[in-house]
T-cell receptor, first 113, second 114 residues
């Protein structure tokens, strides 16, 4: 069973602080990794994608990938109350149908003003 | 990114009835669409992979006779929840995505079975 693990939280940070979200995955063959943000009652929206080891920065967001450790993280700098949401880590794996995204349970982030 | 439209956004139905959910790709010809289910405070669970012109591939534990999937064209996939029961109440979401890339999600359908 291919798994993606995240701490459910809640992770609480003050406005302006750095929020650090972590994720581990079990399928060593996975090559594509994604972070989605989901507001309550809404569908997920893509925040970041990362495919190579190292860091990838996009505005206030930085994704980090370490395939040897099967670990991927998301850093949110200068956190804002509007960042309060559930963040889902997703890993693209191979199954009998071809490929599929496997999601973690998500980490709930709360940014206080 | 691709635009995916899902309909209806929410539906309430009586136990024992069937409900059809539509997922349309508005600007992308999707040979493959995915159907997920999400219970409160849980993650998205892949139910099935919908393939245009062929039978869907269901994940382990998902009843194919209960969750009927039809992908008759490159822009439309439907999920029919047959003989719905309260335990089927959930948030159903479809997505499309090219192999190896991110998924683009529909708005989701909140199903409540009473």
């Amino acid at each position: 069973q291919k798994e993606v693990e995240q701490n459910s939280g809640p992770l609480s940070v003050p406005e302006g602080a750095i929020a650090s979200l972590n994720c581990t995955y079990s399928d060593r063959g996975s090559q594509s990794f994604f972070w989605y943000r989901q507001y309550s009652g809404k569908s997920p929206e893509l925040i970041m994608s990362i495919y190579s080891n190292g860091d990838k920065e996009d505005g206030r967001f930085t994704a980090q990938l370490n395939k040897a450790s099967q670990y991927v993280s998301l850093l949110i700098r200068d956190s804002q109350p509007s960042d309060s949401a559930t963040y889902l880590c997703a890993v693209l794996t191979f199954n009998q149908a071809g490929t599929a995204l496997i999601f973690g349970k998500g980490t709930t982030l709360s940014v206080s003003s | 990114g691709a635009v995916v439209s899902q309909h209806p956004s929410w539906v309430i139905c009586k136990s024992g009835t069937s409900v059809k959910i539509e997922c349309r790709s508005l600007d992308f010809q999707a040979t493959t669409m995915f159907w997920y289910r999400q219970f409160p405070k849980q993650s998205l669970m892949l139910m099935a992979t919908s393939n245009e012109g062929s039978k869907a591939t269901y994940e382990q534990g998902v009843e194919k006779d209960k969750f009927l999937i039809n992908h008759a064209s490159l822009t439309l996939s439907t999920l029919t929840v047959t003989s719905a029961h309260p335990e089927d109440s959930s948030f159903y979401i479809c997505s499309i995505g090219e192999m190896g890339t991110e998924a683009f999600f529909g708005q989701g359908t909140r199903l409540t079975v009473v």
